[in-house]
């Protein structure tokens, strides 16, 4: 059974902090490993990670899979009160694109 | 990507009774889902809708309790049967073209089942 950990499952941070959530995967025929920020109900796609592009960047966050470990991390780097929020890590593999979620890490940046 | 909608936004229904929700996208996509997140957990895969066909349900669920239809590229909807407060939940569509493993997901609707 296809399994994703993310870790740790909550972390508070005051504003300007880097933080580094973190996500394993266990996946048949792996093929992409996605980050999503959610805030309220619906989750917003943040990176999608595969063996040809297995770092991303977009402004103050950044993102680096490790294929050899399976894993991944998410970096946020000069933390702002906006991005509290659940960060899910979700993995993709097979025929038929479903996504195995995490169970999220719940970041809390305080002012 | 798409824009994606969902209603309703949000519903309390009664014990027994059963709410059908709606997933729209102003574009044709491939691939929709539907996922069940409930109350401090991650999400869950109910089933793939297929377009013109029945649904593919993950193991857990059901076509009985989780009725799917998918007439077209645009528009699906997920209905949840005979509802208990375990059904209490957030209920999320998503949508993918098959060249990509990306999922773009609708705002959700929130279920409370009293």
């Known amino acids: 059974e296809d399994k994703v950990v993310q870790s740790p499952l909550s972390l508070v941070v005051h504003e300007g902090d880097t933080v580094t959530l973190n996500c394993s995967y266990e996946?048949?025929?792996?093929?992409?490993l996605l980050w999503y920020k959610q805030e309220k109900k619906a989750p917003t796609f943040l990176f999608m990670l595969?063996?040809?592009?297995i770092e991303k960047k977009s402004g103050r966050l950044s993102s680096i899979l490790d294929k050899k470990e399976l894993s991944s991390i998410l970096n946020i780097t000069a933390t702002q009160t906006g991005d509290s929020a659940i960060y899910l890590c979700?993995?993709?593999?097979?025929?038929?694109?479903?996504?195995?979620f995490g169970k999220g890490t719940l970041l809390t940046v305080n002012p | 990507s798409a824009v994606i909608s969902q209603k309703p936004s949000r519903d309390i229904c009664q014990r027994g009774t059963s709410l059908t929700i709606q997933c729209q996208v102003d574009?044709?996509?491939?691939?929709m889902f539907w996922y069940r997140q409930q109350p401090g957990q991650s999400l869950t895969l109910i089933a793939t809708?297929?377009?013109?066909?029945?649904?593919?349900?993950e193991s857990g669920f059901v076509i009985d309790k989780f009725p799917i239809s998918r007439p077209n590229l645009t528009f699906s909807t997920l209905t949840v049967s005979n509802m208990s407060p375990e059904d209490s939940s957030i209920y999320l569509c998503?949508?993918?073209?098959?060249?990509?493993?990306?999922?773009?997901f609708g705002p959700g609707t929130r279920l409370t089942v009293l």
């Open positions: 998503s949508v993918a073209t098959v060249s990509t493993d990306t999922q773009y």
């Open positions: 996946v048949t025929n792996f093929r992409s």
């Open positions: 595969t063996s040809s592009g």
């Open positions: 979700a993995a993709s593999g097979g025929s038929n694109y479903k996504l195995t």
């Open positions: 574009s044709q996509v491939t691939m």
């Open positions: 809708a297929n377009q013109g066909s029945e649904a593919t349900y």
